[in-house]
T-cell receptor, first 113, second 115 residues
């Protein structure tokens, strides 16, 4: 069974631009979560989607948004990029959320210059 | 508030030795899951092992075992017979057993295995 895939793997953007990251979960998984990882803040939860509905959202500004499609694929968008948005963005999928195992993708490394 | 504490920033072991990575957690939830992930320098988070709060037996997956002590709120990862490929960052995480909840991660422990 294929794992979680994320595209693109690397991205360089300029301050003020916007970016869209994509995540395809494991087949059959309906829950997709997004996390931001930085050296200073560690791993922080962005949001979680299940059956196209956002069920939970972390403490991030409104510039960070996401959505999930009917095939469970998810995208996250960051508008008006700031230098501090430079991070590894990880997507994780699970069957249903809750305490079920979450499997992560390889991540998208975003650099904002 | 939920919190994961990993007190060992770095651990150094030799090949074939066993190593224990410490993890304590704080939660008021009765039902939750505990997870360990491995993150090599490539960045991907690799799921290693899972323990449910109501599981009476300690979880094991190959060379990985989770030493779960519920009363002490401890969930240590034991890696038997370390290999060079085990060198990576290891994260302990917790998630309440409710729909839509997030994984709460510790700050991680860097494991270095030498020959």
């Amino acid at each position: 069974k294929a794992g979680v895939t994320q595209t693109p793997r690397y991205l360089i953007k300029t301050r003020g631009q916007q970016v869209t990251l994509s995540c395809s979960p494991i087949s059959g998984h309906r829950s997709v979560s997004w996390y931001q990882q930085t050296p200073g803040q560690g791993l922080q939860f962005l949001f979680e989607y299940f059956s196209e509905t956002q069920r939970n959202k972390g403490n991030f500004p409104g510039r960070f948004s996401g959505r999930q499609f009917s095939n469970s694929r998810s995208e996250m968008n960051v508008s008006t990029l700031e230098l501090g948005d430079s991070a590894l963005y990880l997507c994780a999928s699970s069957l249903s959320g809750g305490a079920a195992e979450q499997y992560f993708g390889p991540g998208t490394r975003l650099t904002v210059t | 508030a939920q919190k994961i504490t990993q007190t060992q920033p770095g651990m150094f072991v030799q090949e074939k030795e066993a190593v224990t990575l410490d993890c304590t957690y704080d939660t008021s939830d009765q039902s939750y899951g505990l997870f360990w992930y491995k993150q090599p320098s490539s960045g991907e988070m690799i799921f290693l092992i899972y323990q449910g709060s109501y599981d009476e037996q300690n979880a094991t997956e190959g060379r990985y075992s989770l030493n779960f002590q519920k009363a002490r709120k401890s969930a240590n990862l034991v890696i038997s017979a370390s290999q060079l490929g085990d060198s990576a960052m290891y994260f302990c995480a917790m998630r309440p057993n409710q729909a839509g909840t997030a994984l709460i991660f510790g700050k991680g422990t860097t494991l270095s295995v030498s020959s």
